[in-house]
């Protein structure tokens, strides 16, 4: 639907209030050349030039279980040293660990004799760090609280692209087992594409000029 409209030369081929298509020819790129006499003598092509401004509906679903894995450091750590010359590596320390679950972080450098002549020689240090995976539930304002969230990081993502927000329409449903928003945004975006007048189709395009249509 088109909220806003303002021409500032060609002939409007909608209004405020219309639905409107892609596709679609919003301003023609023509001016009407009339005599002293009120009559139309003749029609001058022009560059159409306007601002069109129109409502959009986003659909937004989203759902997340309320179970959920979550990683417990337990602090407990192995490290090693690392030599590597070409494919060749050495490890100095306690070889391997006795961890299910673990991250592995490891620091390096490259030998260097001077500020810019470096050695094929890598030394540094492997940390390997232990983690217990311990299953957690959200609780109902937890899951609310992530889902909208969710929706906070999809709307930053419209208004990134210039979107007005005119109504935020998702409700939030939370389940025995599941958390589900769904619903309908609407926002205020401006419209309109440029193609040039000699590619126009037997389809109407969205907005004409004497070289563009858009």
């Known amino acids: 639907q088109i909220m806003q409209m303002i021409t500032r030369q060609g002939i409007p081929q909608a209004q405020v209030g219309d639905t409107c298509e892609k596709g679609q020819v919003l301003i023609k790129g023509v001016v ?5 006499d009120g009559q139309l003598v003749r029609q001058e092509l022009v560059p159409a030039d306007g601002d069109v401004y129109i409502k959009t509906a986003y659909s937004y679903y989203k759902e997340f279980p309320l179970a959920y894995e979550k990683r417990i450091y337990t602090g407990k ?3 090693n ?5 070409h ?4 490890q100095a320390g306690l070889p391997g660990h006795p961890f299910e679950h673990f991250d592995q972080v490891g620091k390096f450098r490259t030998l260097k004799l001077t500020e810019n002549f470096y050695l094929p020689i890598i030394y540094g240090r492997n940390t390997v760090y232990e983690y217990q995976i311990v299953k957690k539930k959200y609780s109902k304002d937890q899951a ?3 889902a909208r969230d969710f929706i906070l990081r999809f709307l930053d993502e419209i208004m990134e692209k210039g979107v007005e927000i005119l109504e935020n329409g998702v409700k939030i449903e939370v389940t025995e087992d599941r958390c589900i928003s769904r619903g309908t945004i609407y926002g205020l975006e401006k419209t309109g594409d440029c193609v040039p007048l000699s590619s126009r189709q037997e389809t ?3 907005e004409e000029t004497e070289e563009t249509v858009m």
């Open 144 to 146: 609310e609280a992530l």
């Open 81 to 85: 040293l690392v030599l590597q010359l």
């Open 204 to 206: 109407p395009k969205t």
């Open 87 to 90: 494919s060749l590596e050495i």
């Open 77 to 79: 750590t192995r490290k």
């Open 32 to 36: 009407d050349i009339i005599n002293d």
